[in-house]
DNA sequence: ACCTGAACACCGTTCAAGT
DNA sequence: ACCTGAACACCGTTCAAGT
């Protein structure tokens, strides 16, 4: 069964989703929820909360931990989860920038799920290096150089600023793979 | 003289610098410049241009081609122009996140913009691959991948995702030195 | 051409009640 | 425990005037 608090999320979702977070109006999230334009002060201390909530979910939901399936190689397996992370903020722009965004208030629950984030993805990191398919050195760093190329390819390929047409066609998902054969030598 | 408009400018900027763009208020703006809370509207059509037009300048000064110096090799002033990208994202977060934000309406002057700095940074990209310094290949792809690590590590270290301490510590910085040095081999 | 002041339709949030 | 309805202070935007 469906609690209010879960459909307050939903609706909040499919607003945020449609119009970004101004978009998101505790009225309309009520009304589509069916109750009043304040119930959603019962279930969430404020419009942050609510948003705070769908982004610790949809964190949660991303993380590479989350869609493990087995690959060839270490590296496939990384490269995989690299893409899902790309194919993720492509289809869900609005989420990627909330995510992503300036954060204030209660930050615990969100801070968590970016920790076990980062610990899966070092894991996948280790893996290829232990099979000599990326260079060694620092994991952790190697991880940042990888998901910022992820991240940035997948925020510049959202805003256009990549080109669309001609021989420097790539689309984000290109550049990570650029990245994964350059590494490999 | 400093005209109306471009006392509403500054003035917006320092809002937005100070709370991002909820915080510019058309009321505050105008109260801070010494107009009414409408005046705004006779220079700009509404908050959205008003906005527009602060990221389209903040586009121009922080293109590679603005800040240009003569450098010992090609890829030291490769390396110089993303730096000075990477600072000035972190030194103005919310202008980074407003210039990379979703654009509707009158674009055409963010757009020219946007075109320019590209072409800027093939220029680098070229003049590097021509010194042997960087792989051959596509120069287009190539500065779009390192746009991306640029991009994407200013982004998450301004979110605090990039680890602040330990032996993986890594700055938004580091994370572009690190990709230079793997593609020059 | 540039600006003002009133007005309208919204929104987040608070509060006093209701069941 | 969960919800409602009125109310408050705000905000973007429009409009009729003013100089």
Do not use: C
Request: net charge positive; no cysteine; aromatic share 6%.
């Amino acid at each position: 069964m469906e609690s209010t608090r879960d459909r307050l999320i939903a609706e909040a979702t499919t607003l945020l989703d449609a119009g970004g977070p101004a978009a998101v109006t505790l009225r309309e999230v009520g009304k589509r929820a069916g109750v009043s334009h304040n119930a959603p002060y019962k279930h969430f201390s404020g419009k942050q909360d609510l948003l705070a909530a769908i982004a610790a979910r949809d964190l949660r939901q991303q993380s590479p931990a989350a869609g493990r399936r087995r690959r060839a190689t270490p590296t496939e397996a990384l490269r995989a989860a690299l893409h899902r992370y790309v194919a993720w903020a492509v289809r869900h722009p609005q989420r990627f920038k909330l995510i992503f965004g300036a954060w204030s208030g209660d930050v615990a629950e969100l801070y968590a799920a970016a920790t076990e984030a980062r610990a899966a993805w070092i894991e996948l990191v280790v893996a290829a290096q232990d099979a000599d398919e990326l260079p060694a050195g620092d994991p952790e760093r190697l991880m940042a150089l990888l998901t910022a190329v992820a991240h940035g390819a997948a925020d510049l390929a959202l805003n256009g600023h990549l080109s669309r047409s001609g021989k420097g066609r790539a689309n984000a998902q290109d550049l990570v793979d650029d990245l994964l054969d350059y590494l490999r030598g």
